[in-house]
């Protein structure tokens, strides 16, 4: 492209209401979809929603906001959103299995990579795009950043657990100057085409319902057969490329390791070797994944 020619944004409308009203609450069996214009953060917002609109905000009710201004990520850092140009949508959830008996909230470390699984197929579907799991919370295609999720727990009612609010940010039409940081993708970069953010928001939801009915059929159970296939655990494992890969891991209260990411546990959480054979099971941090030969950046 000549360095002179203003790069075009692609054209930015908002979300077809007309695509996620009632009928499709009604076929996806999610308990509402609110679309705002704009917002501080939907999983704030829909915390807050959980509790004092606790009657209104039952197990599968979706929070959309056409413009997310103060997006949040893990450790309070900030998750960027430009208008018209991501997703930013949060799912409230009080998971019950088929007996009526809430979810065991040992399974709760699931519903991340349960989101990550449904937005992979939303991907295929609707961009053509072939993306992975970086542990614990990103989607990646091509190993960079095309969306993160990010969990917090929401009061439960009636004395029942805690729910949980499951917000995911994905980068949909940014180009190449929006990106927020240098391993960030768009699904429309990656693809090399426009992709519609409101058929990418309605294959999200239509997969993550699917996903996280049939887990709570299995009363949370990673290890149990999910709709007649794989069980959650093995579909997560396959799909995460962090496992085999050397990795360093930065804790939260900031110590490191450095060794190899062998799999994953029955909570999800991380094994890692390391380099003098001592094993870890690493249930929050940030990865890196290292190139094998000299230990640089992959
Ligand atoms: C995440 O945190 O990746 C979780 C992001 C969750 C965002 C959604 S949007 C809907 C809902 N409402 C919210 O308020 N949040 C959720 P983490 O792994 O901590 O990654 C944050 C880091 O990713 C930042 O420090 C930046 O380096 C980078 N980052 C920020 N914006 C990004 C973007 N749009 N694409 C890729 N990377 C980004």
Redesign the pocket.
């Known amino acids: 492209m000549d360095h002179d020619t203003p790069v075009q944004a692609p054209a930015r409308g908002p979300l077809d209401r007309s695509r996620l009203g009632a009928d499709f609450v009604a076929h996806t069996g999610l308990s509402k979809v609110l679309i705002v214009d704009e917002i501080?953060?939907?999983?704030?917002e829909l915390m807050r929603l959980a509790g004092a609109e606790a009657e209104e905000w039952g197990d599968l009710g979706v929070l959309v906001?056409e413009n997310?201004t103060?997006?949040?990520?893990?450790?309070h850092?900030?998750?960027?959103?430009?208008s018209g140009a991501?997703?930013?949508?949060?799912i409230l959830l009080r998971p019950h299995g088929p007996s009526g008996r809430p979810l065991p909230t040992q399974s709760y470390s699931w519903f991340s990579p349960l989101a990550a699984l449904a937005l992979r197929e939303a991907l295929a579907g609707v961009a053509g795009l072939e993306s992975a799991l970086k542990w614990?919370?990103?989607v990646v295609v091509g190993g960079l950043?095309?969306?993160?999720?990010?969990a917090h727990l929401a009061p439960g009612v009636h004395g029942e657990p805690p729910a949980v609010v499951l917000?995911?940010?994905i980068?949909v039409s940014?180009t190449k100057d929006e990106?927020?940081?240098p391993?960030?993708?768009s699904a429309s970069l990656a693809a090399g085409r426009p992709v519609d953010r409101t058929s990418l928001l309605v294959a999200y939801l239509e997969e993550f319902a699917r996903y996280y009915r049939a887990f709570c059929a299995v009363h949370g159970n990673a290890d149990a057969a999910l709709l007649g296939g794989q069980t959650l655990l093995s579909r997560v494992q396959d799909a995460t490329i962090t496992l085999g890969r050397r990795v360093r891991v930065e804790l939260p209260g900031g110590r490191r390791l450095e060794g190899r990411a062998t799999g994953l546990d029955g909570h999800g959480a991380l094994q890692v070797v390391e380099d003098g054979g001592e094993r870890h099971a690493v249930s929050a941090g940030?990865v890196v994944h290292l190139r094998p030969a000299d230990g640089g950046y992959a």
């Not at 850092?77 to 430009?82: A, D």
């Open positions: 501080g953060s939907t999983n704030t906001a997310q103060q997006g949040q990520g893990r450790l850092r900030p998750w960027e959103s430009p991501s997703l930013a949508v949060s614990p919370n990103d950043k095309v969306s993160g999720i990010l917000g995911t940010g980068n940014l990106l927020p940081v391993t960030a993708t940030d």
